[in-house]
């Protein structure tokens, strides 16, 4: 699309102008519905702002789908108590939204924090998007309060959306906890 000409003091602006220039500019709705209500049939490249759900939007010329000004998403979350079960369980859960442009991607991802309690064989694992990593353990009793920490990374997935990297844990006697943990996720474009 080409740029319009300068508007001089005196003119009138011609509709042309005024939609050319509206397509070419972040334009702010209060939520989806205001911005599908204003704006029925979206051309490719157009860029909406969602005041509801504080959102910045694309038009790839089927789908709004969200911007995304790098090609890297970073997520994180903490959890101050934990306990831990038989079976394996959700500790933490980070979920990253990838967006639908991006053709192939891979995440890593590492855990830190602290169990208490007396355990026996403590294990835990990083799940990223669905697929489990390799499952870390210590097959003995464990005394309280000490460290860990997990790390792993998977590569070549191309499901798009809200996705899930997941701290899994369990004690075989029920009878220790994590404190302070942080889950950390990153996922980079690479197609």
Known sequence: MANPADVVT?????????????????????????????????TEGMVSYL???DALDVYTGS????????????GATDATSVALTTSPAD???VS??????????KCAA??????????VNLS???RIDGTDGPVLGINTTVAANGPFAIAWRRT???????????????ESGANASYTNVHLYARAVRTS
Request: glycine letters at 10%; a negative charge; proline letters at 6%.
């Open 96 to 105: 990253l939204t990838i967006p639908a442009g991006w053709g192939s991607w």
């Open 124 to 126: 835990h694992n990083i």
């Open 63 to 74: 789908a709004w789908v969200p911007f995304v000004a790098s090609n890297e998403l970073d």
């Open 91 to 93: 500790a933490a859960t």
């Open 10 to 42: 005196g003119e009138t602006i011609a509709s042309e102008w005024g939609n050319q220039i509206r397509d070419q500019t972040v334009q702010p709705f209060a939520s989806v519905a205001a911005r599908t209500a204003s704006i029925p049939s979206p």
């Open 156 to 170: 070549g997935m191309t499901t798009t959306g809200s996705r899930s990297i997941v701290l899994r844990a369990s």
């Open 51 to 53: 005041l509801d759900a």
């Open 110 to 119: 590492y855990a830190t924090g602290t169990y208490s309690g007396t355990g």
